[in-house]
């Protein structure tokens, strides 16, 4: 504690103060959101089934046509998730690069239409259960190296001709 206390001391009387810790909230406070804008209905034509580990319980299709990259670096898509016995939801999310977070914006109706979620937050990603294939997108299909969004005809190429997963 004298230690600190002292250190405390000296760096005020020699009048240099130490510069402040980072702060992630203020890294935070840098990035905005863009304003959101539901995509049409997915069509069946346009979903293409992601080729992911044995991890993920389900079948994953994305919509080709929904995938985009905002000035905020959001990786935008619909997503299709397929249960053993046929049943499917549809969900229209986003997945941040920079910090490996999701957020549903809007889940599917039996309307065929989009109903916004009501309080949607980011979340952490996880590697295991049901959203696991969130994951493998981030991993192999809609980050690069650097966490850094790919393009969105490259995340469609990555889709279309995948690369083995080794997990």
């Known amino acids: 504690m004298w230690a600190v206390l002292s ?10 103060v130490p510069p402040p810790a980072p702060d992630d909230a203020s890294a935070e406070a840098e990035w905005k959101e863009v304003e959101l804008h539901l995509p049409d209905y997915p069509q069946d034509r346009n ?6 580990s044995k991890a993920v319980p389900a079948r994953i299709l994305i919509d080709s046509k929904s995938i985009s990259v905002g000035r905020d670096g959001v990786v935008r898509y619909t997503v299709a998730i397929e249960g053993a016995g046929g049943a499917r939801s549809i969900f229209y999310e986003g997945i941040r ?3 490996r977070e999701f957020k549903q914006f809007a889940f599917g109706t039996a ?8 309080q949607p937050v980011w979340s952490k990603i996880f590697t295991h259960g049901i959203g ?14 650097g966490d850094k969004p790919l393009k969105p005809a490259d995340i469609v190429r990555a889709i279309r001709y ?3 997963i080794t997990e």
Do not use: H, I, K
């Not at 250190?7 to 240099?16: I, M, R, Y």
């Open 47 to 52: 979903l293409l089934p992601m080729s992911l």
């Open 132 to 145: 696991a294939f969130r994951y493998e997108a981030y991993r192999y299909y809609f980050c690069a190296v």
């Open 162 to 164: 995948p690369q083995p």
């Open 111 to 118: 309307e065929l239409a989009f109903a916004p979620v009501a």
């Open 97 to 99: 690069c920079d910090t």
């Open 7 to 16: 250190v405390s001391l000296f760096s005020a009387c020699s009048g240099t």
